[in-house]
């Protein structure tokens, strides 16, 4: 466990100091004009919304080189944006997502350690029923923090699990949350004579397949 926890030390540190993937003035994403503050997108992807297939289409530049999202924690904008991460003050992006998931999992596996750990001291105190204010104490407070621990647990796999999703169906939270604003994914449908206006619907352009989509998050890990 203390090597387990000298690793998530390590990883967290380089989560709070590294670059996620910040794009500047400078780049070519800006030279072509392919973000703004909100997140738009060029005119030319509006193809998109009208079911224009992307990789056929001669108007429109490789989309992976355009999801650039701005992060207004940081004030900054940053390449395959997922989130800005409160507990280290950092952006979660291209350049370090696969550091958070690793540091995540490690997270569940030494607090479910912990948990383990915990519950069999507690049984065994009960079993050779030592008798003792301070036994009784030490005993409650690893019953309370093991509770905690379990509770940390609980939100953590389902943040993990939700970040898998993410990564075998090739889409980041901001954009899931945030698709609305991002044209690409939209679906423009015509109104039928009974509606007044078309309906939109939400489609994802990057979704290549789980196999595909996974080899691509981690062997592109890292690119410019």
Known sequence: MGMSLRKEVCYGFRILVSDPGFVYHDSPEFMEGSVSEDGAQPQELQLLARGGDVQRSSEVTSLSSRRVRYCRSCKAYVRGFDHHCPAFGNCIGKMNYVLFIILLAGFIATEASYAVCSYQWVKRCKDLERIGAKSNL????????????????????????????CVCFN????????????????????PSPDQSSPELRFRNPYDKGIFYNLKDFLLRQGEG
Not at 173 to 182: G, K, L, P, T, V
């Open 171 to 190: 889409i980041r939270s901001d954009e899931w949350i945030n698709w609305r604003r991002y044209p690409e994914f939209h679906v423009v449908i015509e």
């Open 138 to 165: 030490y005993r409650s407070l690893a019953v309370s923090t093991m509770l905690f621990i379990l509770l940390q647990v609980l939100w953590q796999v389902v943040f993990l699990a939700w970040h898998i999703y």
